[in-house]
């Protein structure tokens, strides 16, 4: 068999279905709500808001994130139409492999290494700095376990990002089952906190401070085009939803609970990121809130101080969330290219629970280095390029995926097909198209080292390319 056709060899369902069938499956629609909206509403949630209502779409900003959750529900309708029927670990990287041939599954899936990876890592250290900043009246954290390895700086290693990633893969050794339990505890935890500031600001409006709703275009930014603008800023706050698809094989009835936990998370991630925006801006005129911590500043402003301190104490509820559903769908992601002999086999095997907890000690110590050692503010925009690969991709895939007539797909189905799934690559291209040349760059760097160990490593020990 020539190279071209051993890398476009496409991967059987069956095969796929019969490697996972022993992994546990304990997730319900309920479960996978908490891990969609634990990944979905972060930090973002009480800065977002505040900083492009000031900078771009003043208290318009409200329908630029109702634009966003739009655009975000047609990807969401493809990776639902997949997971319904390709109920299989590891997100795109399997989707892509089943529908496109394993070098397409292979680049996804080390655009999503990319993502997961640097994504955990970049929130440990925001989660660090928060808590830093929280405990300083009582505590201050020496400078030289306080940030990235950089002696001429003064700091060795940032050590509450280490310890708060070991904490996160501590409690996923434990098991889905057990560790499932806390993570739906904290997201309820962090929708109080919302609703507390929601329910407390609204009695702070003052609706003078909407006129006007659609500030006069100015210096580039406002008017009708500042909110389109601002959608494309808010997108990248929706994120995360599509980690829901690597759980597929740990799912009670795929076909109906995975949709749920996408379209819920998407729906309740709109609705509060809407209220946010909308009290936020009416508490406090937009021009004041290009600051680091509106919500905070804006409870402020009106003598709210206990309850600003309450919702910083959600902001690392929040983050805490989010990593956890990443760091679970990077052990998992971790676990389907090992199962698939394109990185060494034993990240592949299942432990005695039925989970893969060696890929889970892998892709912990390596978020534990990239979040204690690595200054990671030059690589967060490379999160949203892995991402916005996987969505045109899986977007596209539903066209070939409506044809295949192996597959048993009577599940969820993305309606107006094929216009819907053409708009969604578009806009994921559109929205790829404005990240900045030097990401474009690094990321073309991150592929071209990704298509280097599949040609030395991969194609010589691909289980596809074997049978």
């Keep these: 068999m020539g190279l071209l056709n051993r890398v476009f060899k496409k991967e059987s369902i069956a095969n796929y279905m019969q490697s996972d069938e022993h992994l546990t499956k304990t997730l319900s629609a309920k479960d996978l709500l908490g891990l969609g909206v634990g990944a979905v509403i972060g930090t973002g949630i009480f800065i977002l808001p505040g900083t492009v209502a000031a900078t771009t779409?003043?208290?318009?900003?409200?329908?630029?994130?109702?634009?966003?959750?739009l655009i975000s529900g047609l990807v969401a309708m493809a990776y639902s139409e997949m997971a319904s029927a390709l109920p299989v670990a590891g997100s795109a990287y399997s989707y892509g492999n089943i529908i496109f041939g394993e070098i397409i599954g292979w680049i996804l899936g080390w655009a999503l290494i990319l993502e997961y990876f640097l994504a955990v890592a970049a929130v440990a250290t925001s989660w660090s700095a928060y808590f830093a900043n929280l405990v300083a009246p009582i505590f201050k954290m020496p400078k030289a376990i306080s940030g990235p390895f950089n002696p001429a700086?003064?700091?060795?290693?940032?050590?509450?990002?280490?310890?708060?990633?070991?904490?996160?893969?501590?409690?996923?050794?434990?098991?889905?089952?057990?560790?499932?339990?806390?993570?739906?505890?904290?997201?309820?935890?962090?929708?109080a906190i919302i609703l507390l500031f929601i329910g407390v600001g609204i009695f702070y409006i003052k609706s003078g401070n909407y006129h006007p709703f659609v500030p006069a275009r100015s210096n580039g930014a406002f008017g009708i085009h500042g909110i389109l603008?601002?959608?494309?800023?808010?997108?990248?706050?929706?994120?995360?939803?599509?980690?829901?698809?690597?759980?597929?094989?740990?799912?009670?009835?795929?076909?109906?609970?995975?949709?749920?936990?996408?379209?819920?998370?998407?729906?309740?991630?709109?609705?509060?990121?809407?209220?946010?925006?909308?009290?936020?801006?009416?508490?406090?005129?937009?021009k004041q809130l290009n600051v680091a911590d509106p919500v905070a500043f804006a409870l402020q402003m009106v003598g709210k101080n206990g309850v600003a301190f309450v919702v910083t104490i959600g902001a690392l509820v929040g983050m805490f969330t989010m990593m956890y559903t990443m760091l679970y769908a990077s052990s998992r992601l971790v676990y389907a290219i090992g199962r698939d002999?394109?990185?060494?086999?034993?990240?592949?095997?299942?432990?005695?629970?039925?989970?893969?907890?060696?890929?889970?000690?892998?892709?912990?110590?390596?978020?534990?280095?990239?979040?204690?050692?690595?200054?990671?503010?030059?690589l967060v925009a490379l999160v949203n390029i892995g991402t916005l690969l996987a969505f045109i991709v899986v977007s596209?895939?539903?066209?070939?995926?409506?044809?295949?007539?192996?597959?048993?797909?009577?599940?969820?189905?993305?309606?107006?097909?094929?216009?819907?799934?053409?708009?969604?690559?578009?806009?994921?291209?559109?929205?790829?198209?404005?990240?900045?040349?030097?990401?474009?760059?690094?990321?073309?760097?991150?592929?071209?080292i990704g298509i280097v160990i599949y040609l030395a490593y991969g194609v010589k020990h691909s289980k596809l390319n074997k049978q």
Aim: cysteine-free.
């Design 229 to 286: 603008t601002g959608a494309s800023m808010v997108f990248f706050a929706f994120l995360g939803f599509d980690a829901l698809s690597s759980s597929a094989a740990e799912v009670k009835n795929p076909k109906r609970n995975i949709p749920i936990g996408i379209f819920g998370t998407l729906i309740i991630a709109a609705i509060l990121y809407a209220l946010v925006a909308f009290v936020l801006t009416g508490m406090v005129n937009y």
């Design 153 to 191: 700086g003064g700091t060795y290693i940032n050590l509450i990002a280490v310890v708060v990633l070991l904490v996160l893969g501590i409690l996923l050794y434990g098991g889905m089952k057990e560790s499932k339990r806390l993570q739906n505890g904290m997201v309820l935890l962090k929708i």
């Design 57 to 69: 779409a003043g208290p318009a900003v409200v329908i630029s994130f109702i634009i966003a959750a």
């Design 341 to 378: 002999g394109l990185l060494p086999g034993h990240l592949g095997k299942l432990n005695k629970k039925g989970e893969p907890s060696r890929a889970l000690l892998i892709a912990t110590i390596v978020v534990m280095i990239f979040g204690g050692l690595v200054p990671l503010d030059r």
């Design 396 to 448: 596209l895939g539903i066209i070939p995926l409506r044809k295949r007539k192996d597959l048993n797909h009577t599940g969820y189905k993305m309606p107006f097909y094929p216009v819907l799934p053409l708009i969604s690559a578009g806009f994921s291209f559109f929205l790829m198209t404005q990240l900045q040349v030097d990401t474009l760059v690094a990321a073309a760097v991150w592929f071209a």
